[in-house]
């Protein structure tokens, strides 16, 4: 199992706030997890392995920050990012609870079996995405894509404006469906680019008048939020 895993996302967090943001949205695909079949997937946990991952990037998070959590409500979400939270408080950081937030869940699924035998026909998730993004997905079994993805920006932009005065960064953790949607949607990497892996993320912040989503592959993309 690779043991890099988070590296590159905590790099990625510190370039950022090291340009000059105040404020940072971190979405990132939770910890190693297990892969036991004979439980709903959604109840496989982290992995004694995937808990060291998670500690060693909350340990290599940038001290002066303060780290808020939320998570889809699956637990190995919320604690890959309590986990790295505490870590990070551990090493001097500041930090606080994590929350759980269903705009960060797998709301985009209407029918969870219906979903499960479409995505048995696909050649892995990243070719599934590409044929949910492509409607080629029964809508009985999933809202369309691009609906999921402006979600999650949503939730993301929120976090990002809401009031507050101390160097934060508002660490939002999903699933790896989650990540490969949203990447493609808003223009920053296709389904067909780099896997994502365990602990990889995309940040949402603000430059000057911009408003900026990243990835540590090298992806950067401005972003317009659609008015209500």
């Known amino acids: ?71 889809s409500p699956a637990e190995r979400c919320v604690e890959t990012a309590q986990i790295v939270i505490d870590a990070h408080v551990r090493a001097g950081g500041e930090g606080g609870r994590t929350r759980p937030v269903e705009g960060l869940g797998v709301f985009y699924c209407v029918d969870q079996m219906k979903m499960w035998k479409v995505m048995s026909e696909a050649d892995g998730l990243a070719d599934y995405v590409g044929r949910w993004i492509g409607g080629e997905v029964p809508r009985d079994a999933m809202i369309p894509a691009e609906i999921a993805a402006r979600t999650v920006l949503d939730v993301m932009y929120g976090k990002l404006i809401a009031a507050g005065s101390q160097r934060q960064l508002d660490l939002c953790v999903s699933h790896d469906m989650t990540l490969y949607t949203v990447r493609h949607q808003l223009g920053l990497e296709p389904v067909t680019g780099p896997d994502v892996e365990f602990l990889d993320g995309l940040i949402l912040y603000s430059k000057g008048d911009d408003l900026l989503l990243a990835s540590h592959h090298g992806g950067l993309v401005k972003i317009a939020i659609e008015s209500a």
Request: include cysteine; hydrophobic fraction near 40%; charged fraction near 20%.
């Open 1 to 71: 199992m690779n043991n890099h895993y988070g590296q590159a996302t905590a790099a990625l967090v510190a370039e950022v706030f090291a340009e000059g943001a105040a404020r940072a949205v971190l979405l990132m695909r939770h910890s190693a997890r297990e892969f036991n079949r004979d439980i709903h997937d959604l109840l496989n946990p982290l992995t004694d392995h995937g808990r060291d991952l998670c500690t060693n990037l909350g340990q290599a998070l940038p001290k002066d920050l303060y780290v808020k959590g939320y998570a």
